[in-house]
């Protein structure tokens, strides 16, 4: 009968079940289905009065074909902020707290050193994702990269770039509103 074909999927289910539950204990998935679906390097960030935000970048110039910022970010000096602005999605009636943590690489140790692992609430819901920044400032030209986690500590992705000095104004700045 019809009692004999359920046992079988009651208990495929509930296995399946099982493996995600201990996936989800020992860090194999993350505990939410988060997906970074924008991230960059900007001179500027700020929100419009419509409640988007106008975004100052440098184009990317080695590759013409690539939208959006460039990986080298043209410093005026340590008093010059560097934003990072990011689009997460997150699934509606969800409220979590995402990190950002910055390192720069020291090439004489040849280590990623932590320099600050800022946060700030995620609230889902936007198809497009949620849209938020980060700043810093008394950055110092090296190689550095930004992780955006979880407060687990799971990647939901990553920008690298590249801070140069320069005394001379940037030239070529895209201002875009998103």
Do not use: C
């Not at 929100?47 to 939208?67: C, F, H, M, Q």
Request: glycine share 8%; no cysteine; proline share 8%.
């Amino acid at each position: 009968g019809n009692r004999e074909n359920a046992l079988p999927a009651i208990a495929g289910i509930l296995l399946i079940y099982a493996m995600f539950n201990v996936a989800y204990w020992y860090n194999f998935i993350p505990p939410v289905p988060l997906s970074l679906r924008e991230i960059g390097i900007y001179h500027s960030v700020s929100k419009t009065i419509d409640g988007n935000y106008s975004l100052v970048y440098e184009p990317n110039r080695w590759y013409p074909l690539a939208n959006g910022p460039s990986s080298v970010f043209n410093s005026q000096g340590p008093a010059e902020p560097i934003y990072i602005f990011s689009s997460i999605f997150a699934p509606t009636k969800l409220t979590v707290p995402v990190f950002y943590t910055w390192s720069y690489y020291d090439p004489t140790d040849k280590v990623w050193v932590m320099t600050d692992r800022l946060t700030f609430p995620l609230k889902g819901g936007r198809e497009e994702g949620y849209r938020g920044y980060t700043l810093k400032s008394s950055i110092f030209p090296a190689r550095w990269r930004v992780d955006v986690e979880t407060d687990r500590g799971e990647r939901i992705g990553r920008v690298s770039f590249k801070v140069i000095d320069t005394s001379e104004p940037v030239k070529g700045l895209v201002t875009e509103v998103r």
